[in-house]
């Protein structure tokens, strides 16, 4: 099991940046694939970033050079650096988990998430 705790969320002017950070707590989520998702009003939950458990990454097409993606084991904490911000990047941004070595896009697979944050930016 484990257990995904989200925060940095908040209100930023388009061209801000934002640091979202997820906290995880049990076994072994350092060999975990972690990602970020995020669901826009009456959108459906699409994927941002993942990262493996060797920190190989994807990101989404809308977010590349932009976003950017790490964990830190030590802390076992999960990082998304979001940087020059556009409106359309506004949502409810979450964090979520799986175990084994898939580390993909498609949310139906991940088996832990995190209550999730807002991001809203403002043109």
């Known amino acids: 099991q484990v257990q995904l705790v989200e925060s940095g969320g908040g209100s930023v002017q388009t061209g801000g940046s934002l640091r979202l950070s997820c906290a995880a707590s049990g076994n072994s989520a350092s060999t975990y694939c972690m990602g970020w998702f995020r669901q826009g009003p009456g959108k459906e939950r699409e994927g941002v970033a993942q990262?493996?458990?060797?920190?190989?990454?994807n990101y989404a097409d809308s977010v590349k050079g932009r976003f950017t993606i790490s964990r830190d084991n030590a802390k076992n904490t999960l990082y998304l650096q979001m940087d020059i911000l556009k409106p359309e990047d506004t949502a409810m941004y979450y964090c979520a988990a799986i175990r084994g070595l898939w580390c993909g896009t498609d949310a139906r697979y991940y088996e832990y998430w995190g209550q999730g944050t807002q991001v809203t930016v403002s043109s």
């Open positions: 990262i493996g458990r060797d920190d190989i990454s």
